[in-house]
T-cell receptor
Framework: AQSVTQLGSHVSVSEGALVLLRCNYSSSVPPYLFWYVQYPNQGLQLLLKYTTGATLVKGINGFEAEFKKSETSFHLTKPSAHMSDAAEYFCAVSARNQAGTALIFGKGTTLSVSS | NAGVTQTPKFRVLKTGQSMTLLCAQDMNHEYMYWYRQDPGMGLRLIHYSVGEGTTAKGEVPDGYNVSRLKKQNFLLGLESAAPSQTSVYFC????????????FGPGTRLTVT
């Protein structure tokens, strides 16, 4: 069984500050890990994903995440927040080699950016 | 390409009424999914399909039915709506499961009074 825990339902930062959104996962098999972003009244859009290989993954809009197997974490970071980053962010996990499985989502973290 | 589209965008139902939500994708994806999103709950899988003519239950299937008669369409039905089904419904599709990206539609906001 798989699960995802996002620490902090709401994170507030100032424009230009570091963004850190935390995600821990549980999986009995090697996972695929994703971060999605949802802007108000829109669907979800993929930010980045980890499948295999390099554990530091770069995504769109300057975001990156690092897969740490020993910590079962996949935290999302951005060095300098922009007002346009205000949105809800979802971490998700998927299993390898399981036909028909869908993504398991965390409960989401709302990012607020103040000027 | 339109990607994933959903019809309708908004709907208000009375308890006991029925309705069908339509999802269409033009990416020739095999896999399609229906999720519901509730505040503080993230997205939860209702039903999914691994190909035309197939459907399977997800995490929260009760009160919903689905059909995949054509590869590009995935329908979600509510036979007798209940207030607990007030939610935002998202359809998604992917080429394969696992490492492949899921593409999401814009959502349908459903209110059951």
């Amino acid at each position: 069984a798989q699960s995802v825990t996002q620490l902090g339902s709401h994170v507030s930062v100032s424009e230009g500050a570091l963004v850190l959104l935390r995600c821990n996962y549980s999986s009995s098999v090697p996972p695929y890990l994703f971060w999605y972003v949802q802007y108000p009244n829109q669907g979800l859009q993929l930010l980045l994903k980890y499948t295999t290989g390099a554990t530091l993954v770069k995504g769109i809009n300057g975001f990156e995440a690092e897969f740490k197997k020993s910590e079962t974490s996949f935290h999302l970071t951005k060095p300098s927040a922009h007002m346009s980053d205000a949105a809800e962010y979802f971490c998700a996990v998927s299993a390898r080699n399981q036909a028909g499985t869908a993504l398991i989502f965390g409960k989401g973290t709302t990012l607020s950016v103040s000027s | 390409n339109a990607g994933v589209t959903q019809t309708p965008k908004f709907r208000v139902l009375k308890t006991g009424q029925s309705m069908t939500l339509l999802c269409a994708q033009d990416m020739n994806h095999e896999y399609m999914y229906w999720y519901r999103q509730d505040p503080g709950m993230g997205l939860r899988l209702i039903h999914y399909s691994v190909g035309e003519g197939t459907t399977a239950k997800g995490e929260v299937p009760d009160g919903y039915n689905v059909s995949r008669l054509k590869k590009q369409n995935f329908l979600l039905g509510l036979e007798s709506a209940a207030p607990s089904q007030t939610s935002v419904y998202f359809c998604a599709s992917s080429y394969r499961p696992g490492s492949y990206e899921q593409y999401f539609g814009p959502g349908t906001r459903l209110t059951v009074t």
